[in-house]
């Protein structure tokens, strides 16, 4: 089984930033879809941002766009969640997502169906 790794949550002040990054040590597959979800308190689980981790196609979420980019970081194809500008709503437990073999394409960023594999979760915490 795929076994996600997921590093990088904290607790920041209004405006900060952070980085998420996941991994799957042992299954480096650049054929899937990758995605970050997030979980806050007495809400349902949203999606926040995917990427087809063998090109460039990425979607993301309205409420995150322009602030969070999600990208490739390295061979073993690590994905990475800059987010910037960070607002008290954005206050989550974070989770990384991965699918099994995909085609090439867009990948879905509402869909928890789409993926097969997720993380244990990372906490991010965005005071005022």
């Known amino acids: 089984a795929v076994q996600l790794k997921e590093s990088g949550g904290g607790s920041v002040q209004t405006g900060g930033s952070l980085t998420l990054t996941c991994g799957a040590p042992g299954h480096p597959s650049s054929s899937r879809c990758m995605a970050w979800f997030r979980q806050a308190p007495g809400k349902e689980r949203e999606g926040v941002a995917s990427?087809?981790?063998?090109?460039?196609?990425?979607r993301y979420a309205d409420s995150v766009e322009s602030r969070f980019t999600i990208s490739r970081v390295d061979a073993n194809n690590t994905v990475s969640l800059q987010m910037n500008n960070l607002k008290p709503e954005d206050t989550a437990m974070y989770y990384c997502?991965?699918?099994?073999?995909?085609?090439?394409?867009?990948?879905?960023?509402?869909?928890?169906?789409?993926?097969?594999?997720w993380g244990q979760g990372t906490q991010v915490t965005v005071s005022s």
């Open positions: 990427i087809y981790v063998g090109g460039s196609y990425t």
């Open positions: 997502a991965a699918s099994a073999y995909r085609a090439p394409g867009f990948c879905s960023v509402v869909s928890e169906t789409t993926y097969d594999y």
